[in-house]
């Protein structure tokens, strides 16, 4: 075994040059990673690079990606406990390596135990800095932009940790793409005005405000992600929602109760099939009122409003709340966008978009974002 006392041994905070990707409490002793994408970036000069993770879950546990120079080159499961993970060896000492350490499964809301932190690194050779990208854009959506279903074989349908990639995703894929700095808020399942089977408390427009509330047990907690998140520390340039698939799904879904009060809740159908326009005139109120809760926070950026990998039933809705956000506001740097449909051919997973779905929903996307920030300049 080779001899390890030429690894170094540093705590993230006394690392210079480092930068974190995703939402934090701003806090590197340890550093938690709540929600998909979020990653740790650093230039390493030397030959082997290891990381100090703890990790702990009572069902449903977090898996990494690495990437180096902008490849991704691994990716595993991280059991509980706290322990060191090579990231990688033997490589050229003098090379500088990107690397970003990137948490591959989103913030699982339905398992109050789930966490993984970065405590330390351990490493013979220097970092070096790191190049700030021109660009900065949030991702906000569902099980689409959570990568469920992006990589695994058509056939699986379980529903685990395992079918979630961060990076087989049209989030990162985007990014890449428009060389910018990214961060995602997602959950599977939820929506803008209720969850795909009728639940009004799943939904990311209640949690937006937060570092990454919608995590629940005192763990999580303590770790600050129900605290109030610093805007001002990170301004995107876009705002990109990707949400209302599950407000679909709601009503064709059975009633929600809740066991607390007993009330029943529920997207209703009319005898013909169609929506009911009540409940139609709800999703497009709860549209409103996100996007202005979105401005409050991100008074620059340009926000797109993306739909349509699994299917359009919710655009007229979305089009008429958009509309009608821009009457109310006056506010015009407001769009929809329309993704390209899922295909059997590029179907992944779980009925959901697979890899092929993801780089050509990445492709249109990116186009129409440099259209969008090339109208943005004066």
Not at 306 to 332: E, F, H, Q, S, W
Request: with cysteine; net charge negative.
């Amino acid at each position: 075994m080779q001899n390890e006392d030429r690894l170094k041994v540093q705590a993230l905070s006394d690392i210079a040059h480092l930068k974190v990707h995703g939402r934090t409490t701003g806090h590197l002793s340890p550093l938690t990673l709540f929600w998909t994408g979020s990653s740790v970036e650093l230039n390493a000069q030397g030959s082997e690079l290891w990381i100090e993770v703890e990790v702990n879950y009572e069902q449903y546990e977090p898996w990494i990606s690495v990437v180096i120079n902008a490849v991704p080159v691994s990716r595993q499961m991280l059991k509980a406990g706290r322990y060191w993970v090579c990231i990688f060896r033997g490589m050229d000492k003098a090379a500088i390596k990107n690397v970003r350490i990137v948490k591959d499964v989103q913030a699982m809301s339905a398992d109050s135990g789930c966490l993984m932190q970065i405590h330390a690194v351990k490493f013979d050779g220097e970092f070096t800095p790191i190049e700030e990208k021109p660009y900065r854009i949030e991702f906000i959506g569902d099980s689409i932009t959570s990568g469920e279903g992006a990589i695994g074989a058509k056939a699986e349908t379980d529903w685990i940790p395992m079918w979630f990639s961060a990076i087989d995703n049209y989030t990162a894929m985007t990014a890449e793409a428009l060389n910018a700095e990214y961060r995602v808020l997602s959950q599977s399942g939820w929506g803008v005005l209720s969850s795909w089977d009728n639940n009004p408390f799943a939904n990311l427009p209640a949690y937006y405000e937060q570092v990454c509330g919608l995590l629940t047990g005192e763990n999580n907690k303590a770790l600050g992600a129900h605290e109030k998140n610093d805007f001002d520390s990170w301004q995107p340039d876009v705002v990109v929602v990707n949400l209302g698939t599950n407000d679909g799904g709601a009503f064709h879904s059975s009633e929600w109760v809740d066991t607390v009060t007993g009330k029943a809740y529920k997207q209703r159908l009319k005898e013909d099939g169609t929506y009911d326009e009540e409940d139609v005139k709800a999703f497009e109120e709860a549209v409103v009122r996100f996007l202005i809760k979105i401005r409050k926070y991100n008074p620059n950026a340009r926000l797109i409003w993306a739909y349509g990998m699994l299917g359009l039933p919710m655009m007229p809705a979305i089009y008429r709340a958009v509309n009608a956000y821009n009457m109310l506001t006056g506010d015009k740097q407001v769009s929809v966008f329309q993704l390209p449909n899922t295909i059997d051919e590029t179907l992944g997973a779980r009925q959901h978009p697979g890899r092929l779905a993801h780089e050509k929903a990445a492709r249109e996307l990116t186009g129409y974002i440099k259209e969008v920030l090339r109208s943005s300049k004066p």
